[in-house]
């Protein structure tokens, strides 16, 4: 039993030695190690060369510092081509949905458009209706700006030359669209009233993957006789901690965005 024991106990330290690198930090020597694992530099030294042994780690023979092996490549290719957003995300979805009573959706990028590739749709009679698949413009709506928000000069200029009023709350000119895409990037989030759809209101915000880059989001959307000042404040308060745990099982660190 004691063996087992400082078995596990010799694991997690492992572990815990490939969690110390870093992008700020690709390179690592033992006495980092031991000093950050609060460990000897003779039982650091072991448990790197275990490491090094079964792959995980290299060892740069000139500096003698260490940099994880390519096995860890193999491995979060694995995770990665598993990863499906809209199997990780519905249950958030689902969840946001029933907090909130109103119309849930997940939203990409394609073919320079927006499109919707999962919801969750609320349970009341008058509820704003999601089509999955459907394409709509990114230049109108919060679901629409908050992705073309993110978007580089080239695309954002793309798009601007498709814009055609959809309601009169439509934001035609380009100059006023770019300023309001920058506050929406600034900010971390989106609200549109009717600008796509009369009465309907939407609030957006962002998803990250592990690269810090933003390739979705999730909006609330409804009637907006509903979306009075005190839910907006309430809705938007748990659309962000939703975004930011579908984030973070996407890999997303809060340090890791642009």
């Known amino acids: 039993m004691g063996n087992e024991t400082e078995s596990v106990k010799s694991v997690t330290k492992a572990l815990k030695i490939l969690k110390l690198f870093s992008i700020e930090n690709p390179e690592l020597g033992i006495t980092t190690i031991s000093k950050k694992l609060n460990v000897s530099k003779s039982t650091?030294?072991?448990?790197?060369?275990?490491?090094?042994?079964?792959g995980f780690l290299l060892q740069d023979?000139?500096?003698?510092?260490?940099?994880?092996?390519?096995?860890m490549l193999q491995l979060s290719e694995i995770v990665l081509n598993k990863m499906d957003i809209r199997e990780i995300a519905l249950p958030y979805l689902q969840k946001l949905r029933n907090e909130t009573e109103?119309?849930?959706s997940l939203s990409i990028i394609h073919n320079n458009s927006r499109v919707c590739i999962e919801?969750?749709?609320?349970?009341?009679?008058l509820r704003r209706f999601i089509k999955v698949g459907s394409f709509l413009p990114l230049y109108a709506g919060a679901s629409g700006k908050m992705l073309l928000a993110h978007q580089d000069e080239d695309a954002i200029i793309k798009i601007l030359k498709e814009i055609k009023p959809l309601t009169d709350k439509t934001i035609v000119n380009s100059e006023k669209l770019i300023t309001d895409l920058k506050r929406i990037k600034e900010q971390g989030y989106c609200i549109s009233n009717g600008e796509r759809i009369k009465g309907a209101t939407g609030i957006s915000a962002p998803v990250w993957n592990y690269k810090g880059q933003v390739i979705a989001n999730i909006s609330i959307s409804g009637p907006?006789?509903?979306?009075?000042?005190?839910?907006?404040?309430?809705?938007?308060k748990s659309l962000l901690k939703t975004t930011q745990e579908v984030s973070e099982l996407l890999g997303y660190k809060k340090d890791s965005a642009p």
């Not at 650091?44 to 079964?54: C, F, G, I, K």
């Open 224 to 236: 907006s006789f509903r979306f009075t000042k005190q839910n907006i404040d309430k809705f938007l």
């Open 61 to 71: 023979k000139a500096t003698q510092q260490y940099r994880l092996g390519f096995i």
């Open 119 to 125: 919801k969750a749709e609320s349970f009341n009679d």
């Open 44 to 54: 650091a030294h072991r448990l790197v060369t275990s490491l090094q042994n079964e």
């Open 102 to 104: 109103e119309t849930v």
